[in-house]
């Protein structure tokens, strides 16, 4: 009878250690199980919380990063520069007239170079940080709270 009862602790105390272990590999302790979890937070936040400017769509290939920017105010505002570092370089883009000014609930897509070359199924993380001004000349900057992540095509 001891024997059983320690048995069935033993098992009862592996099954709550692989519990444990899938539950911390979600939350992203094991940086290779937790990217899809990051660039699902990151595609989210870009694309439904980020104002004023969200980030619909992005993509980065070789040296380029490709991004889709949406106003979601109800004036036009003027992009100044949007700089990005992937944490080995920084670029700041500065986009031409007219396509830096975004009337309410308009997009502009924006192709920046320069970057650090990614080679296609890398991952890669970029902050992001829009300076621009309102109609009155007010300037501002937002900074993402979280970056661009995904991989690299």
């Not at 309102?134 to 095509?153: A, D, F, Q």
Request: net charge negative; hydrophobic share 35%.
């Amino acid at each position: 009878m001891k024997g059983q009862g320690a048995t069935e602790y033993l098992v009862l105390l592996g099954v709550v250690l692989i519990v444990a272990l899938v539950a911390i590999a979600l939350l992203g302790f094991f940086p290779g199980l937790s990217s899809n979890t990051k660039e699902t937070q990151a595609r989210s936040y870009w694309s439904g919380v980020a104002s004023p400017f969200q980030i619909t769509d992005y993509s980065y290939s070789g040296t380029t990063l490709t991004i889709n920017v949406r106003n979601t105010r109800s004036e036009r505002l003027t992009i100044g520069n949007i700089t990005v570092n992937d944490g080995s370089s920084t670029v700041t883009f500065t986009p031409s007239s007219p396509d830096d000014v975004i009337g309410p609930g308009g997009s502009m897509t924006y192709s920046i170079t320069g970057m650090t070359s990614c080679a296609s199924g890398d991952s890669f993380e970029v902050d992001v940080d829009i300076k621009y001004a309102t109609r009155n000349g007010i300037v501002n900057v937002e900074h993402g709270s979280k970056p661009l992540v995904g991989k690299c095509v």
